[in-house]
């Protein structure tokens, strides 16, 4: 009897207990979003499949995260993924971390057995942390390998490295190689080392009127980095050719050139009938960076017939930069008349090489935008706006909170982590903990609260 009493007593407590126990677990679960948020991508980059772990690390690069630098470089090299391995590395890449150095040198020397395609991202890798130099050996070495892929991004390491004693081994691989892609890489990229010495090789290939356009095209190119008066004149007779090809490349050399008569030249060029041409005058306006091209590229910006170069014409007169380049600018992404794609990229430059001069019209767009029915550009902007470093932009994130749009909501968010917006910890905690919200927001809020 005492024995049916005691386990009737037990059976009550345990039915109480047990709802207690769950309420207690749950109120720990969701006391620590954070916690619980980290464990979840470890075991995803753990446990997880190649497209979900993929989607994980693209994640990290949009946010410049390397906070699971310990899980990744185990995952580098225990994967058996080349998408995972590339994601990787570019994850590393774009926040110039050298972390992952020592992995990526040990694939480059084991190539023979790697994935191409992982071994080119990996060498563009060391190129990009400048760490070309501290492995020049091996390097070198690619200059010889049997895969066409490792030799040209040999040489587009080699030659960002801006060190002239590499330009007689490329000299000599353009004299001994038999593959085209090869040859045309050592000749356009060349002259980025700068030196005289290899002003001969070049003009012999310009001079060279029967050998492939190509080839004299990236030699005029190489040509004008020597900036010497002897390359002038050479550049001067190649702009003279009938050739708008042969003419493009020569202006852009010359444009390297800081005298009068490279600007006049390139005035000129802007009102080229060739298209082609105008494109390299624009492009070459912005690389002077002189205040005299800023009339005529809004000029090029606001009527000219090829819609391409309109958009490139903005880029020049951001480059150039000042008030009136960016207050026309400005005018550009305010401009309802203009085609999404001009204001977008308006928007883009103004928030990105002038932020503190542009909040106003930030305010305005939004405010112009909000009303909208469609709101994919608003949502273009709020992606870009994320991306930005500039803690006066915390009122536009916050006001992104509260959007309708979920890819709005998620780009305040983004913002707010980027740019470290403490006094916003408390909205970000209250997303975090509403569970009406979309799973998407939800997490990238509590990413943002690690930081915060």
């Avoid at 390998?145 to 000299?171: F, H, V």
């Avoid at 290899?198 to 009127?209: P, V």
């Avoid at 490349?249 to 444009?255: C, G, H, Q, R, V």
Wanted: overall charge negative; aromatic content about 8%.
């Amino acid at each position: 009897m005492k024995l049916a009493k005691f386990l009737i007593y037990f059976t009550i407590l345990l039915i109480v207990a047990i709802p207690c126990f769950s309420q207690n677990t749950s109120g720990t679960e969701e006391a620590n979003p954070i916690a619980a948020l980290r464990q979840e991508r470890e075991r995803r980059l753990a446990f997880g499949l190649t497209n979900e772990v993929s989607a994980l690390i693209r994640d990290f690069i949009n946010d410049r995260d390397l906070s699971f630098n310990t899980q990744l470089l185990t995952l580098f090299d225990t994967t058996r993924s080349d998408q995972i391995m590339r994601d990787i590395i570019e994850l590393y890449t774009v926040t110039k971390s050298n972390n992952l150095t020592n992995q990526i040198i040990n694939k480059i020397q084991e190539r023979d057995y790697e994935n191409r395609s992982v071994i080119v991202a990996g060498i563009r890798y060391i190129a990009e942390i400048n760490a070309v130099e501290a492995n020049e050996k091996l390097f070198l070495e690619l200059l010889e390998d049997t895969q066409r892929e490792y030799k040209i991004e040999a040489i587009k390491a080699l030659t960002s490295t801006g060190n002239k004693k590499y330009s007689q081994p490329l000299m000599e691989l353009y004299n001994t190689d038999d593959e085209t892609p090869v040859k045309l890489q050592v000749v356009l990229d060349i002259g980025k080392l700068e030196d005289p010495e290899t002003a001969d090789f070049l003009r012999e290939i310009i001079a060279d009127t029967f050998v492939e356009r190509t080839f004299r095209q990236y030699a005029i190119n190489s040509l004008g980095y020597l900036k010497d008066e002897e390359s002038f004149n050479d550049l001067l007779k190649a702009y003279g050719e009938e050739d708008p090809f042969i003419r493009m490349y020569a202006l852009t050399a010359i444009a390297k050139y800081d005298r009068k008569e490279a600007n006049d030249i390139i005035f000129d060029a802007l009102k080229d009938e060739n298209w082609r041409i105008r494109r390299y005058a624009v492009s070459s306006a912005g690389s002077k960076k002189s205040r005299d091209f800023i009339q005529i590229l809004i000029f090029r910006a606001e009527r000219d017939p090829d819609e391409e170069l309109r958009i490139m014409a903005l880029d020049a007169l951001a480059e150039i930069g000042g008030k009136e380049a960016f207050d026309f600018i400005r005018s550009r992404a305010l401009d309802p008349r203009a085609n999404p794609r001009m204001r977008q990229h308006a928007f883009s430059l103004a928030v990105n090489k002038d932020t503190s001069n542009s909040l106003q019209m930030i305010e305005a767009v939004f405010e112009q935008e909000a009303r909208a029915t469609n709101q994919v550009l608003l949502e273009r902007l709020s992606g870009e706006l994320c991306r930005v470093e500039y803690s006066g932009l915390a009122p536009f994130f916050e006001r992104m909170l509260e959007s309708s749009s979920v890819i709005i909501r998620i780009a305040g968010l983004r913002g707010i982590r980027l740019n470290k917006i403490s006094r916003l910890k408390d909205r970000v905690q209250a997303i975090a903990d509403d569970q009406r919200q979309a799973t998407s927001v939800r997490n990238t809020a509590i990413a943002a609260l690690e930081v915060l």
